[in-house]
């Protein structure tokens, strides 16, 4: 069975930074690329940024670029966000995907993340 | 960035009803769509990829099709199951991007 589990969210104040984790089980990690795609409260799904299968190659959006860094450790079995410079409109809950040729076919629960003054 | 137009944002409809939702978007996307169905307090799930093809353990009520700008999500029969939330996805290009969601509600 396929299951992806995000930790490491919680409460921080604006400025401040956090690290996700998305721990994945019941498929050969190496053969997928990753994604995080995040949602905030009474919004639809945005995208913020995926990882080649062997980490080669990295995207992200925008309005994260500088700020946030995806990485993976294919002997863990292990994604990551990490996420620095936090501001208000990062708010969300963050979930972990599984990469399908793009489109992304198993998620994680999601982890929410909440950015404070 | 590639603009993501999903109408209409809300659709109010009763249980066997067929329903359809379009996506267009801001530029050639070839088939690169995905369509996602949403409840509250879950994540996103996969329902249709590359814009016609049904993702696995999908029920063929689903269908979707189109290419280029213009693509639609038909559920043929509406079941009390499938009042949600739609979304569609671009990843033709990055960023990937969503449209704002099609609310199913039951009429």
């Known amino acids: 069975e396929v299951q992806l589990v995000e930790s490491g969210g919680g409460l921080v104040q604006t400025g401040g930074s956090l690290r996700l984790s998305c721990a994945v089980s019941g498929f050969t990690f190496t053969n997928y690329g990753m994604t995080w795609v995040r949602q905030a409260p009474g919004k639809g799904p945005e995208w913020v940024a995926n990882?080649?299968?062997?980490?080669?190659?990295?995207n992200y959006v925008d309005s994260v670029k500088g700020r946030f860094t995806i990485s993976r450790d294919n002997a863990k079995n292990s994604l990551y966000l990490q996420m620095n410079s936090l501001r208000a409109d990062d708010t969300a809950v963050y979930y972990c995907a599984r990469d399908l040729t793009g489109a992304s076919d198993f998620w994680g629960q999601g982890s929410l993340v909440a950015v404070s003054s | 960035d590639i603009q993501m137009t999903q109408s209409p944002s809300l659709l109010s409809a009763s249980v066997g009803d067929r329903v359809t939702i379009t996506c267009r978007a801001s530029?050639?996307?070839?088939?690169?769509l995905a369509w996602y169905q949403q409840k509250p307090g879950k994540a996103p799930k996969l329902l249709i990829y590359k814009a016609s093809t049904l993702d696995s353990g999908v029920p063929s009520k689903f269908s979707g099709s189109g290419s280029g700008t213009e693509f639609t999500l038909t559920i043929s029969s509406l079941q009390p199951d499938d009042f949600a939330t739609y979304y569609c996805?671009?990843?033709?290009?990055?960023?990937?991007?969503f449209g704002r969601g099609t609310k199913v509600e039951i009429k």
């Open positions: 996805q671009q990843y033709n290009s990055y960023p990937r991007t």
């Open positions: 990882i080649k299968e062997d980490g080669s190659e990295k």
């Open positions: 530029q050639s996307i070839s088939s690169w």
